[in-house]
T-cell receptor
Framework: GAVVSQHPSWVICKSGTSVKIECRSL??????MFWYRQFPKQSLMLMAT?????????EQGVEKDKFLINHASLTLSTLTVTSAHPEDSSFYIC??????????????FGPGTRLTVT | AQSVAQPEDQVNVAEGNPLTVKCTYS??????LFWYVQYPNRGLQFLLK??????LVKGSYGFEAEFNKSQTSFHLKKPSALVSDSALYFC????????????FGAGTRLAVHP
């Protein structure tokens, strides 16, 4: 089945530093990947849509200069949280759609990355 | 705009009993509906989807969902709950935009008691 990995699974960083999170589709190609943020006991909030070879599309209210997204290949998207602050601490989840399938097919989700900013 | 509502924050069920997790939707056009499950500190796992066809959709781990157009509902069901089914369940609808984004409900926590 379709597998999406994320790395790292958890990270602790100091305030003011930057953190990069990787999202990979392991057995399929993904033109489009999605980045979500989830606060404790809350739903997923879509941050941005990552498009291979082009700029990401950010949701309203998400700072694109703070959350840098790069989708350099059909199997890899990265999210960089720049100048992280404690309020950026959250669970970040990526998902991907199989480019080889047409229609409204499901997204495959990564296991998530727990970011803690101290 | 597309949206889904999960009216229950938590559902409590005894092991062996049937369970229902409710979801209602509001869409323009044809609804594409999904159910996902999330275990603690994990990503989401796909359970099932409704695109078209039979209103009763069967999915993973013995779950099924019934699409009801007149009631705009897509409730998740299982005939006999297991303790291991305890998790957070999300209903989602496909957004009408070009990227097939998903709009998620607030989630329902299912607690199955022995």
């Amino acid at each position: 089945g379709a597998v999406v990995s994320q790395h790292p699974s958890w990270v602790i960083c100091k305030s003011g530093t930057s953190v990069k999170i990787e999202c990979r589709s392991l057995d399929f190609q993904a033109t489009t990947m999605f980045w979500y943020r989830q606060f404790p006991k809350q739903s997923l909030m879509l941050m941005a849509t990552s498009n291979e070879g082009s700029k990401a599309t950010y949701e309203q209210g998400v700072e694109k200069d703070k959350f840098l997204i790069n989708h350099a290949s059909l199997t890899l998207s990265t999210l960089t949280v720049t100048s992280a602050h404690p309020e950026d601490s959250s669970f970040y989840i990526c998902s991907a759609r199989d480019t080889g399938l047409a229609g409204p097919y499901e997204q495959y989700f990564g296991p998530g990355t727990r970011l803690t900013v101290t | 705009a597309q949206s889904v509502a999960q009216p229950e924050d938590q559902v409590n069920v005894a092991e062996g009993n049937p369970l229902t997790v409710k979801c209602t939707y509001s869409v323009s056009g044809n609804p594409y509906l999904f159910w996902y499950v999330q275990y603690p500190n994990r990503g989401l796992q796909f359970l099932l989807k409704y695109i078209t066809g039979d209103n009763l959709v069967k999915g993973s781990y013995g779950f099924e969902a019934e699409f009801n157009k007149s009631q705009t509902s897509f409730h998740l069901k299982k005939p006999s709950a297991l303790v291991s089914d305890s998790a957070l369940y999300f209903c989602a609808v496909r957004d009408g935009g070009g990227y097939n984004k998903l709009i998620f409900g607030a989630g329902t926590r299912l607690a199955v008691h022995p």
